[in-house]
């Protein structure tokens, strides 16, 4: 399981009591990606690999922890806690059962959860890919499970906020059968801040790198 971070130091505590529950077999990765905080810190306390992954951006950690990973599936999610990690398994099991990729698609719990500019973005991005791409997704794969070596495969170069666009643009071009399950998403750990939906200025950030993909 691969956990890309950073600054995610106050969320860990509680997303690694509730990795505790999982059934065996989930070894966990966290890509400290340039964290000023104890993220390190609090990962390596509690029993995971830390990979250090210096150049910034969500598919330099992604990537970084793939190329880590020794275990033939690899999973992702979010350090931040607004992802329940318990999902995990049910998409372990799709991919268990012939699929070659299982992806969640967030379920705001609460109202202010996903705001308004960030789950504007994700929609039209998420349009597009049905109409364009052929893809039957409905949210850009923020948790996924999937086999290492078909993505090592796919040969993604996006290190940026494009990384998850462009893995299920490749994913549907090379065939992959993916499939989407609803996830809760709630409200991130208190003392982290969203790089992307955080701000006007994070989605705006992330929509100009899903564009560099879209080119």
Excluded at 27 to 53: C, P
Excluded at 190 to 207: C, E, L, N, Y
């Amino acid at each position: 399981m691969i956990i890309p971070c950073r600054d995610e130091g106050p969320a860990l505590p509680a997303l690694f009591d509730r990795l505790d529950t999982l059934p065996d077999g989930f070894r966990i990765i966290v890509v400290d990606n340039g964290s000023t905080d104890d993220t390190a810190a609090v990962a390596l306390a509690r029993g995971a690999q830390v990979v250090h992954e210096p150049f910034p951006g969500y598919g330099a950690a992604v990537h970084a922890g793939v190329v880590a990973a020794q275990s033939p599936l690899v999973a992702v999610i979010d350090g931040d806690g607004s992802l329940d990690p318990d999902h995990l398994v049910p998409l372990r099991d799709l991919v268990l059962a012939g699929a070659t990729m299982a992806v969640g698609r967030r379920r705001p719990v609460a109202r202010g959860v996903w705001p308004w500019h960030a789950r504007a973005g994700t929609r039209f991005i998420a349009w597009w890919l049905r109409h364009r791409s052929g893809a039957t997704v409905h949210d850009i794969a923020p948790m996924r499970v999937c086999g290492r070596e078909d993505l090592l495969a796919l040969g993604l170069t996006d290190r940026r906020f494009g990384y998850p666009l462009q893995l299920l643009i490749a994913a549907v071009a090379a065939g992959w059968r993916i499939e989407e399950i609803d996830v809760p998403y709630a409200r991130r750990a208190d003392g982290t801040t969203s790089k992307v939906s955080g701000s006007v200025r994070g989605t705006a950030r992330a929509i100009r790198d899903f564009a560099r993909v879209l080119r």
